[in-house]
């Protein structure tokens, strides 16, 4: 039964869909539950440090039920999402409604979208990989698979890397930054990826042009079946999302620099080079993306069997709860800046 205990993260998109079918106040039901509740549940819930056994470990690598807990997001999302399209475009509705499905939805494509995206993305099997990106593709955020495989497991912790937030800085400033960022450098990526393979730019082999084209045409026929309103929704939504996204990873690496060596190059990749959080209730709903510290020293493992390192920096909360506090700069500095190592400051 406890193998099972990740159905949990599918408590969002239901919290969502209760939403945009009653409408009236509970539309804002997905973003009190997720921002609200379960950070109430997280200072109940005890923190879990345990790692598993090697034996509890093999275990769990041959089970395909976690493989399928990530799959079941695909159509769980898309049907999400058009769903709330529909509805806003056949039904009679407040604008209040409208915005707080926009939200709920958006959370959706955060949290049961993108998240699990990034955790197929880094699969080797071809099929998880496609799930993946078809995950990213509601987001309008799909150079996030090139950006974030290629990009910033290479440069994360340094000011190479769009996605890792500068000490001091705001989530604010970081929004702008990192979207902008990693977007431009996904387009370099690609182009350098090209190069090696001894490809054109304008070979059909350059991916980010297939995504611009997929993602033009998701809008297309949002736009040809459902309007304007549809068109919103669905622009709006994503943006709800890429936001979401954008606010973990400021939490994930934030202050945190990996320090150069003699030669001049950067240390690898240690586990003190993320934020760890051992909340339980965000683990599950979040499929351990909160033990990002030891995604990054393998980014191969599986959710499933993610340890815990006692050298990596801990959080005082679990993810759920920083992105609420992160959305007060200040008080998020008064929390966090003591926590960052000194010589990293000082870097």
């Known amino acids: 039964m406890k193998d099972l205990k990740y159905l949990a993260a599918f408590s969002i998109p239901f919290a969502a869909f209760i939403g945009v079918y009653f409408k009236s106040s509970l539309v804002f039901l997905t973003p009190v539950y997720a921002f609200v509740i379960i950070p109430l549940l997280e200072l109940i819930f005890p923190v879990d440090t345990q790692n598993l056994s090697s034996e509890a470990i093999d275990h769990k690598l041959k089970k395909t039920i976690f493989d399928w807990l990530l799959y079941l997001n695909l159509p769980i999302v898309y049907g999400l999402v058009f769903f709330g399209i529909y509805e806003v475009s056949n039904t009679p509705i407040e604008t209040y409604e409208l915005v707080g499905m926009i939200i709920s939805v958006g959370i959706v494509l955060g949290v049961n979208g993108i998240n699990v995206a990034h955790e197929l993305g880094h699969r080797q099997a071809t099929n998880e990989r496609f799930i993946g990106k078809a995950l990213l593709l509601p987001s309008q955020y799909m150079h996030f698979y090139i950006e974030h495989n290629f990009g910033h497991h290479l440069h994360a912790a340094t000011p190479e890397d769009p996605a890792t937030a500068r000490y001091n800085q705001s989530v604010y400033s970081f929004w702008l930054t990192s979207i902008f960022r990693q977007y431009m450098k996904a387009w370099k990526i690609q182009e350098n ?22 993602q033009f045409g998701y809008l297309v026929v949002v736009f040809s079946f459902f309007g304007n ?63 990002h510290s030891d995604h990054h020293f393998k980014s191969s493992k599986k959710y499933q069997v993610l340890d815990c390192h006692e050298e990596s920096p801990q959080m005082p909360f679990g993810y759920p709860t920083s992105v609420v506090l992160a959305m007060v700069p200040t008080l998020w500095f008064k929390i966090m800046n003591k926590r960052v190592p000194k010589e990293m400051i000082l870097a």
Request: glycine fraction near 6%.
């Open 193 to 214: 990826l090209l190069k090696n393979n001894k490809k054109s730019f304008f070979s059909p082999k350059n991916d980010m042009f297939w995504y611009v084209l997929l």
């Open 229 to 291: 309103i549809g068109l919103l929704f669905a622009v709006s939504s994503a943006i709800i999302g890429i936001l979401l996204l954008e606010s973990v990873n400021y939490i994930e690496h934030y202050g945190l620099l990996r320090l150069k060596t003699k030669s001049g190059r950067y240390e690898r990749v240690k586990e003190m080079h993320s934020w760890n959080s051992n909340h339980i209730i965000g683990r599950i709903v979040l499929y351990e993306l909160t033990r």
